[in-house]
């Protein structure tokens, strides 16, 4: 059973950084894409970043430069450093897991298709003021 657990977030004034943590259970890197979608009030779910099975990474055009994604395989972890925050970044930002390759799926179909992931953590505010 695949699991994703979030933690950080918080509020921070534009032009600060935060950090957000993900634990995965369940999964392996070697078969899963993971990644960072949020979705602020009013608005659809937009993919932010997601990592691919061989490392390759896809990240939306306004988060480029600003966010950075990594991952510990060890701790099977995935974390999201966001910089040079800005009050558009205000969003519950969620982790997510899926199976790409068993779907005939690469990092950027997530980002730019909007494709969704199998697996959800539960999500994490992130306040941005101006």
């Known amino acids: 059973q695949v699991q994703l657990v979030q933690s950080g977030g918080g509020s921070v004034e534009a032009g600060g950084s935060l950090r957000l943590s993900c634990t995965a259970s369940g999964i392996t890197y070697n078969d899963y894409c993971m990644g960072w979608f949020r979705q602020a009030p009013g608005r659809e779910r937009e993919g932010v970043v997601v990592?691919?099975?061989?490392?390759?990474?896809s990240y939306l055009d306004s988060v480029r430069g600003r966010f950075t994604i990594s991952k510990d395989s060890d701790k099977v972890a995935l974390y999201l450093q966001m910089d040079s925050l800005k009050p558009e970044d205000t969003a519950t930002y969620y982790c997510?897991?899926?199976?790409?390759?068993?779907?005939?799926?690469?990092?950027?179909?997530?980002?730019?298709?909007?494709?969704?992931?199998?697996?959800w953590g539960k999500g994490t505010l992130v306040t941005i003021s101006s």
């Open positions: 997510a897991a899926d199976m790409c390759r068993a779907h005939g799926r690469r990092a950027y179909s997530y980002i730019h298709h909007r494709v969704g992931m199998a697996y």
């Open positions: 990592i691919d099975v061989d490392d390759t990474t």
